[in-house]
């Protein structure tokens, strides 16, 4: 399984930005977004269960930020609201071979075995 992510790069303090991952065709098993700043831990931002496709995010990004999926191509977007300063980072999409509970995966990443190359942004003043 591969994940090939896109979309990030430089956005403005309050402006927004969207993000792409793109896994094998047919591939549903859920999806997770994370984030990692530098010298900081991977965080969890969103994650979107398989099935109901019941959507779970963070606190610092709810209401700010929306995981959706294009049911057409199996692509995964995660659209930035208002960004903000610690929204800066390298994202990265991931997920699992087998369905995995979102409640556990986005407090656990390395719960996740199939991670994409990551995407960085860049929030500028």
């Known amino acids: 399984v591969q994940l090939v992510e896109s979309g990030g790069g430089a956005v403005n303090l309050g402006g927004s930005l969207r993000l792409s991952c793109a896994p094998p065709e047919g591939h549903h098993t859920g999806m997770a977004w994370f984030r990692q700043a530098s010298g900081k831990a991977r965080e969890g931002v969103a994650c979107?269960?398989?099935?109901?496709?019941?959507?779970f995010y963070s606190e610092s990004v709810k209401g700010r930020f929306t995981m959706s999926r294009n049911d057409a191509d199996n692509t995964y977007y995660l659209q930035m609201e208002n960004v903000k300063d610690e929204d800066a980072g390298v994202y990265y999409c991931?997920?699992?071979?087998?369905?995995?509970?979102?409640?556990?995966?986005?407090?656990?990443?390395?719960?996740?075995?199939?991670w994409g190359q990551g995407t960085q942004v860049t929030v500028s003043s």
């Open positions: 979107m269960d398989y099935g109901d496709g019941e959507i």
């Open positions: 991931a997920t699992d071979r087998v369905p995995f509970p979102c409640q556990i995966a986005i407090n656990s990443p390395m719960s996740l075995d199939v």
